[in-house]
């Protein structure tokens, strides 16, 4: 079914609304921009599982990277624009250039390098159109994760107790096994054993 990046792909390419999201994100012509997080594994997830119905996501992950513009109210801005073209997507925009102030931890240096440090691997994945305007796909710590259906943190969350915690916390907020029963989740204390 979907064994590797070029599955995944056409996965997305077939799928009409989901090329019409990215193409709305595509026209704010943002450097270095991704569609990321819950919007791509979800598919996936739903697709390994047989879903007919797209599981809604609570919000489409629009990030990029741009240290030229750091003030949060642009960004707001941005999420304006999106949703004026397309008000039924709950839309989050985010400057990866200054979010490790909001998340305390050293600069990023593109928004790939943002991606490879998400608490999950099944969710460190990205999705937009190059210039070309065909559909391009990140996956700094591999599909093989999303792709088996595993939840684990990313080597970024197992660095310190502190992002271990967080990983954890967010196994039991996001409780995915709930919505796709074939997931299986990883603890940080059972990987170290």
């Known amino acids: 079914m979907l064994k590797n990046k070029k599955d995944v792909i056409n996965l997305f390419q077939s ?5 019409k999201i990215i193409h709305t994100a595509g026209t704010l012509d943002l450097p270095d921009w991704w569609i990321c997080a819950g919007f791509v ?28 513009h750091i003030d949060e109210d642009y960004e707001k801005k941005l999420e304006n624009e999106l949703k ?3 008000p039924e997507i709950p839309w989050s925009v985010k400057n ?11 600069p990023y240096t593109s928004s790939e390098d943002a991606i490879s440090k998400f608490p999950e691997t099944a969710t460190a994945l990205g999705v937009k159109l190059d210039k070309e305007d065909k559909l391009v796909l990140t996956a700094p710590c591999g599909l093989e994760d999303v792709l088996h259906m595993e939840i684990k943190p990313t080597p970024f969350f197992t660095e310190t107790k502190e992002r271990a915690a967080i990983y954890e916390e967010r196994l039991t907020k996001k409780n995915w096994a709930a919505k796709w029963p074939k997931v ?10």
Request: net charge neutral; no cysteine; charged share 20%.
């Open 96 to 106: 990866q250039a200054r979010m490790h102030v909001v998340n305390q931890i050293p």
């Open 84 to 86: 004026s073209l397309m």
């Open 15 to 19: 799928d009409k609304n989901m090329m």
């Open 41 to 68: 594994r979800s598919n996936i997830w739903d697709t390994l599982h047989g879903f007919k119905e797209r599981t809604m996501t609570p919000d489409v992950d629009v990030i990029y990277y741009d240290p030229a």
């Open 184 to 193: 299986k989740v990883h603890h940080i204390a059972l990987l170290s054993q």
